[in-house]
C-alpha cells in the first residue's frame, strides 16, 4: 500500500511518541521503586513487571539499571549541551547580534539558571532521585563522570573564544557556584527559588571577591587565611580538607 507523503510523518511521529512514553514509564517506575526500597534491592526485573514490558523492551532503551536512574540528568544535560551549542553557532554565522555580544559567559549562565528552573519544575523527582544518590554509594562514580561532562561542556562552549585555559578556569568556576548552590538547596529540603539564587550566585562570582593583595603573604608559612570585616587577611591553620 502507498503511504502518502502527509500521512508519513505521522506514523514517524506516534512512534516517537509511543517509544518516549515507554521512556518516561521505565525512568519514572524505576525511580519510584528506587526511592522506595533503595537502589541495590530493585532488580531490572522488578521495573520490568511495574511497567508491564519484557527484558529486551528494557534493554532496548538502557544498558544497565544505572542507567535507568540516571536516564533524567542525561536528558537535561543534553538539552544544556543543545543550548550552549546552539547559541554558539547563532554566534558564529552572525545570525543574532545580540547573541554574538554575550557570548561566551552570559550565554552559560543562561543555560545554567534554565538547568534551575528545570530543577525547580521538576522538584519532586529531583530530591527524590538525590536521596537516592546518596544512599548508594555505587553509583557515586558514575555521578562524578556526569558531573565531569557538565564541565567539559561548559569548557567547550568558552574555549572558540577564551582559549584553553581561561575556558578551564571560568568552567571551573561556573560549576563550583552550581555545586555550592545545589548543596545548600537540597539541605533546605528545596525550599527556596533555585533561580534567583542562581542569579545571585552568579552577580558574586561576575563582581569577584576582594580578598586582598597575595603579595602581602608569606607563602613558606601560609596554609590558610580569613578576612575580618576590615578585609585584613589574618594567618590561620591549614584546614584539613577543601
Known amino acids: 500500500m502507498h503511504t502518502s507523503p502527509a500521512a508519513l510523518p505521522q506514523t514517524v511521529g506516534l512512534r516517537a511518541r509511543k517509544r518516549q512514553q515507554t521512556l518516561l514509564a521505565l525512568s519514572d517506575t524505576a525511580l519510584q521503586l528506587f526511592a ?14 511495574a511497567v508491564g514490558v519484557s527484558r529486551r523492551t528494557f534493554f532496548r532503551y538502557f544498558p544497565s539499571k544505572e542507567a535507568v536512574f540516571f536516564a533524567r540528568q542525561e536528558a537535561r544535560l543534553a538539552a544544556f549541551e543543545a543550548h550552549l551549542a546552539s547559541a554558539n553557532a547563532d554566534a558564529a554565522l552572525g545570525a543574532n547580534a545580540r547573541v554574538a555580544c554575550v557570548l561566551p559567559l552570559d550565554v552559560v549562565i543562561a543555560a545554567v539558571l534554565e538547568m534551575a528552573a528545570r530543577y525547580q519544575a521538576e522538584r519532586d523527582a529531583v530530591l527524590a532521585s538525590h536521596a537516592v544518590l546518596v544512599a548508594a554509594r555505587g553509583l557515586a562514580a558514575a555521578d562524578q563522570q ?7 561542556a561548559i569548557v567547550a562552549a568558552l574555549r572558540p573564544q577564551l582559549g584553553e585555559l581561561p575556558a578551564m ?4 568556576a561556573i560549576i563550583g557556584t552550581v555545586r555550592a548552590g545545589l548543596r545548600r538547596w537540597f539541605a533546605a529540603d528545596a525550599s527556596f527559588d533555585l533561580v534567583d539564587f542562581g542569579q545571585q550566585a552568579f552577580a558574586c562570582l561576575a563582581a569577584g571577591l576582594p580578598l586582598g593583595a597575595p603579595a602581602a ?12 570585616a576590615g578585609a585584613t587577611l589574618h594567618v590561620e591553620h591549614a584546614p584539613r580538607s577543601l
Open 217 to 228: 603573604l608569606d607563602p613558606t608559612s601560609v596554609a590558610g587565611a580569613k578576612l575580618d
Open 169 to 172: 578556569v571560568h568552567a571551573a
Open 36 to 49: 522506595r526500597r533503595g537502589f541495590d534491592a530493585v532488580t531490572i526485573d522488578d521495573i520490568t513487571d
Open 146 to 152: 556526569l558531573d565531569g561532562r557538565w564541565e567539559a
